[in-house]
């Protein structure tokens, strides 16, 4: 599964988008993890050219988009809009880069596969473009966990509601929130009728409604029979990740006022009778999960103390009362981490034959 | 189901807890509706004795709580905790009125019907005990959107999970998310771990963890097997409330940054074929039931347009993709109103043959 290293003797790296929310969060990740890159290049629009950032505790020049910056390169990671990552993503493959692309452009398309190293690294082999694609930052917050329990049980039908953060919706969804939230302090808002409405205005930021004292059952846009383009999409990537191309999946996607870190409530059904004991047994030493589920204790994980951390927190574990093959539970994952970055970046490292 | 009406011609009402946070609603609820009502009889503890209170536009003092204030009471309305109506509501009960419980004390006694007028009036003949006994919040704020399914389509399965506002924790839960909201507004928290919970402090109310900028997914004590009492109470009382005892209910209860207004995700799962259309005509037809469900339009209901009325609503109305026996949909409800005061007077319009 390793491709060729460059000139160094180490594998050279190429962050396409490197400006940008995503690239930014890329870039402090790489500079925490263990260094096993030769040369990393950094790369943008012709509009950053000359920019310097800090990667490894060394500033950087910022390149082009051009097809030269991926001469010698192993592995780009793409984190830019769609559109661009459809034209580029099979450019620099053509030049021999293995492609790992953290936009929406290749997620579904049968010849990419959707990687997360914890559930299917298997799955990095077969690569006919050249291009790995990265799950949203929905199903990367529950899919780990998840996948240990199929890995075990076999998954069977799942039905699933989030509680998704506000940085999912970039910058500008963080920015709406924090000043609505202003807006609504000291007052005694959230009691009548519109009163929140009035408050914060028309200017809801990337949201359809209001967000603070308030969560919103719809996130991304329309599609068939009522269904919103992120629900689809977590049925879509849960299918393709976990190999069970129809399996029954349910979503229901709601925005919290929460910052950062999306939360799930999973009813997950298997093939065969589940026990919590053994549950917990798989939960706690699944690789890049936290098993955190004492609630007698106080302990379940909430996303004010999962945020900025790396692993799946897990909790409230339950068996479900009238069917002894369904578990109930409840996951929560920092989604600029894991849900973002980090799973590029370790896709990025298998891809080379590091330890993820 | 009528009851003989007190000496004025209209019967006589006594509202015991009159001065208690679901007491004050419960006025204010009687001083809006058609006025059925003879004497309003106000009750409390000793500490009140002499107050007065406005209810029907009138001033009318509280008396002491004894045997004597429920002569010739037809209807007494109790707000009071658990142990006072245990104590207090089968002595009412034997001087002749009919006792309409909103504490836990009574809901799952078999001989206390539970009741909601939409959806189960006949449970109101029998009341061995001369009690009945109004659900919790949480069941009420989905129950009559589910109940007006069921009667069509006979529900065989109800996956759920909420978004419980603060204020069903009562004074202390909305102060407490007030309090919390003034620290963190204006700050960068809910970037860092922990960030939010070092910024509240210790003092995180009636809540275990912090609720600004998170959301908790406990509510209420600890029950067998990890859950909590609240999701066994929306278990219990779905299936009370609809007549199936063995109805398979998985139930995740979740704290969210709201002031009033409860939200549920609903995945319900019926003994028939589904269609949209059907069950949307049911909706939009279901006395105290409002659809709001356009998505494309930006139609769907959230807790800061719901809060203040007195129905239930309900939008995201889908077929499940992969089950066309089941219905995923989101519904939100007045915690205070038709989750509290409103449903307990409507019992007691009921039971005096008023229209609800
Ligand atoms: N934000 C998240 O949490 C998140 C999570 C998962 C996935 N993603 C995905 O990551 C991608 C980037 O999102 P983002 O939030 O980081 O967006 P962003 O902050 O707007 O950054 C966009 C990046 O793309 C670069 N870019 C734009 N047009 C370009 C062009 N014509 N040629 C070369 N580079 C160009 C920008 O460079 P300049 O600075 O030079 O304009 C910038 O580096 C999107 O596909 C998004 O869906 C984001
Ligand atoms: N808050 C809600 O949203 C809500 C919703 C549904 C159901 N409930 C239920 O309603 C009940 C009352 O809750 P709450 O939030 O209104 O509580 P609360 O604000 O503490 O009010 C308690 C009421 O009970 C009275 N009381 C207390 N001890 C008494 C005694 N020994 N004798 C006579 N009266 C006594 C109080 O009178 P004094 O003022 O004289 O002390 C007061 O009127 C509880 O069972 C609760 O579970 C509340």
Redo the contacts between chains.
């Keep these: 599964m390793a491709v060729a290293a460059g000139r160094t003797g180490r594998p050279t790296l190429a962050v396409v988008g490197a400006t940008g929310a995503a690239g930014t969060v890329m870039l402090q990740i790489l500079s925490h993890r263990a260094d096993i890159w030769g040369e990393i290049r950094l790369i943008a629009s012709p509009r950053s050219t000359g920019r310097k950032l800090a990667v490894r505790g060394e500033e950087v020049e910022v390149l082009a988009l051009a097809e030269e910056v991926f001469d010698g390169v192993d592995v780009a990671l793409f984190d830019v809009p769609d559109e661009i990552a459809e034209r580029w993503a099979p450019i620099a493959a053509a030049k021999g880069a293995v492609v790992v692309d953290n936009s929406g452009a290749f997620r579904m398309d049968p010849e990419v596969p959707l990687v997360v190293p914890e559930v299917n690294p298997h799955a990095l082999r077969v690569r006919p473009r050249g291009i790995v694609a990265n799950p949203s930052c929905t199903t990367l917050c529950m899919i780990v966990a998840l996948g240990a329990l199929h890995a075990e049980y076999g998954l069977r ?1 799942l ?1 699933a ?1 989030s ?1 998704q953060a506000v940085s999912g919706a970039g910058r500008a969804g963080v920015d709406t929130l ?1 000043r609505q ?2 807006l ?3 007052t005694e ?9 009035r408050a914060v205005g028309d200017d809801t930021g990337p949201f ?3 967000v603070a ?6 996130a991304g846009e ?1 599609r068939a ?4 383009s992120e629900e689809m999409t977590v ?1 879509d990537e849960t299918r393709k990740v976990l190999g069970r191309p ?5 979503v ?1 996607c ?1 925005r ?5 870190a999306h ?1 799930l ?1 999973l ?1 997950a059904r298997f093939e065969s009778e589940v026990t ?1 004991a053994k549950a917990r047994e798989i939960l706690a030493t699944a690789p890049g999960v936290v098993l955190f ?1 004492d ?2 204790a ?1 302990e ?10 790396d692993p799946t927190w897990v ?9 002894p093959t ?1 578990l ?1 539970f ?1 996951v929560c994952g920092d989604n600029l981490r894991k849900g973002s970055a980090l799973n590029t970046v370790q896709i990025a490292e298998l891809v080379v034959g590091a330890k993820a």
């Design positions: 039908e039905v509601s509680y924090r939230i202003s609504v302090a000291g808002l959230g009691t009548h009728p519109g009163d929140v409405r359809p409604e209001p004292l308030n969560v919103v059952p719809w329309a029979d009522g269904w919103s049925r129809t399996l029954p999946v349910a229901t709601v919290v006022p929460v910052v950062t939360s409530t009813h919590v589920d609630p007698g106080g379940f994980p909430t996303p004010a103390d999962v945020v900025g951390t909790g409230r574990v339950r068996r479900a009362l009238d069917d369904a109930d409840f």
